[in-house]
């Protein structure tokens, strides 16, 4: 099974911009739909976006769309996601998760998660 870390978190002002990194580790990457993640405080834990195991195709949230980017580097087997225009409510902690089917967009369709990483942006 795949293990998954984040990193990329941090504090930014609103309308600025983040880009997240997850390391998975294991040969078989490239097999596994990825997905992003959110869940603020005393929130449920919400899908922001996810990438095919080819990195040909992606799909986003509507709160997300054309402020978010996902891409992959199976070579390096890594998923990205590049957050511009942040907004205070974008504040969560950010998840990547991996699943056998891409397009996915509940939690419980992902088999591996990584510990999470703190977005915050203030306004």
């Known amino acids: 099974q795949v293990q998954l870390v984040e990193s990329g978190g941090g504090l930014v002002q609103a309308g600025g911009s983040l880009r997240l990194t997850c390391a998975a580790s294991g040969r078989t990457f490239s097999n596994y739909a990825m997905g992003w993640f959110r869940q603020a405080p005393g929130k449920e834990r919400e899908f922001v976006t996810t990438i095919s195991g080819s990195g040909g195709i992606t799909f986003y949230a509507d709160s997300v769309k054309g402020r978010f980017t996902i891409s992959r580097d199976n070579a390096k087997n890594t998923v990205y996601l590049q957050m511009n225009s942040l907004k205070p409510e974008d504040t969560a902690v950010y998840f990547c998760?991996?699943?056998?089917?891409?397009?996915?967009?509940?939690?419980?369709?992902?088999?591996?998660w990584g510990p999470g990483t703190q977005v915050t942006v203030s306004s």
């Open positions: 998760a991996a699943g056998p089917i891409f397009g996915r967009r509940r939690p419980t369709d992902y088999d591996a």
